[in-house]
Nanobody, 126 residues
């Protein structure tokens, strides 16, 4: 099983920014499509953004388009999620996940991912 570790969560005021990191341990993250997901209290986990492993093409949920940016730094074996203009409804636990190496493309579907991190809490509140 691949080990993924999220970090960078915290408490931020509405309109603020955070950058989440998803670091890989024991494997090369560049070989995998990576997704970010979130789960708010009482709600189902949902896809936020993902990045392709071949050309780093990306996809975003409509709710975060124009505010969040996913990127990868293969030298640091890390994928980032830059979150700007944060809203209270962005409050959730954020998870990163890796798809099987059989698939190069990224999807925002939970069932497409095999390995998950433990999550990092993001709270947007004044």
């Amino acid at each position: 099983q691949l080990q993924l570790v999220e970090s960078g969560g915290g408490l931020v005021q509405p309109g603020g920014s955070l950058r989440l990191s998803c670091a890989a341990s024991g494997f090369t993250l560049a070989y995998y499509a990576i997704g970010w997901f979130r789960q708010a209290p009482g709600k189902e986990r949902e896809g936020v953004s993902c990045i392709n492993r071949i050309d780093s093409s990306t996809d975003y949920a409509d709710s975060v388009k124009g505010r969040f940016t996913i990127s990868r730094d293969n030298a640091k074996n890390t994928v980032y999620l830059q979150m700007d203009s944060l809203k209270p409804e962005d409050t959730a636990i954020y998870y990163c996940a890796a798809r099987s190496m059989l698939f190069s493309g990224c999807l925002l579907s939970l069932s497409s991912y095999n390995d998950w991190g433990q999550g990092t809490q993001v709270t947007v509140s004044s």
